[in-house]
């Protein structure tokens, strides 16, 4: 029940396309939702973050879609770089737990020019 | 420059021996934690830690130890009870009041 899961494991996009990662979760406590992108050998960073209060948030060309009846939740990257070829994690919080963070397993993009 | 440090960025252990990672932020948050990342594996918790001296064990504690003695400052020791201890080690921190975490460079540890 404290799992998320994440897929697909790997994505290939070519140079200007869509890229989609996806995440499903069970437990209904978990009330924060981050995405984390990690180039190799160095930590993750927090790319963009959602509230089960909201179903879209936008930053540039990130977008995150939230359904909160279906418990997924989903990494869109519009007009996909070569630079954006990294790992991306996404994790949930559950409101009771001090700011633990649970992550799915991550999906490691390759753009291709 | 605020942010997260972790030293040494490699760090080799022979069989048997307790090594020390170390962490340090300067961000003023209250909440640090300890991940060890496995390749196909994601990030699993090892420690965590709310407030100076408190912490509790995460999904993984088994093998290691931590201690919180300063706000900045939070050291995990891989000890010889962990079985399989080669992996990157990740320390992050996060202020009480909102969930972001803010990650360091990571510790890559291989054990000889």
């Known amino acids: ?113 | 420059d605020g942010g997260i440090t972790q030293s040494p960025k490699y760090l080799f252990r022979k069989e048997g021996q307790n090594v020390t990672l170390s962490c340090e932020q300067n961000l003023n948050h209250d909440a640090m934690y300890w991940y060890r990342q496995d390749p196909g594996q994601g990030l699993r918790l090892i420690y965590y830690s709310q407030i100076v001296n408190d912490f509790q064990k995460g999904d993984i504690a088994e093998g290691y130890s931590v201690s919180r003695e300063k706000k900045e400052s939070f050291p995990l020791t891989v000890t010889s009870a962990q079985k399989n201890p080669t992996a990157f080690y990740l320390c992050a921190s996060s202020s009480r009041v909102y969930n972001e975490q803010f990650f360091g460079p990571g510790t890559r540890l291989t054990v000889l």
């Not at chain 1, 089960?52 to 997924?72: C, Y």
């Not at chain 1, 790992?87 to 799915?104: E, M, V």
């Open chain 1, 1 to 113: 029940q404290q799992q998320v899961k994440q897929s697909p494991q790997s994505l290939i996009v070519q140079k200007g396309g869509i890229s989609i990662i996806n995440c499903a979760y069970e437990n209904t406590a978990f009330d924060y939702f981050p995405w984390y992108q990690q180039f190799p050998g160095k930590g993750p960073a927090l790319l963009i973050a959602i509230r089960p209060d909201v179903s879209e948030k936008k930053e540039g060309r990130f977008t995150i879609s939230f359904n909160k009846s279906a418990k997924q939740f989903s990494l869109h990257i519009m007009d996909s770089q070569p630079g954006d070829s990294a790992t991306y994690f996404c994790a949930a919080s559950p409101d009771n737990q001090g700011g633990k963070l649970i992550f799915g397993q991550g999906t490691e993009l390759s753009v291709k020019p």
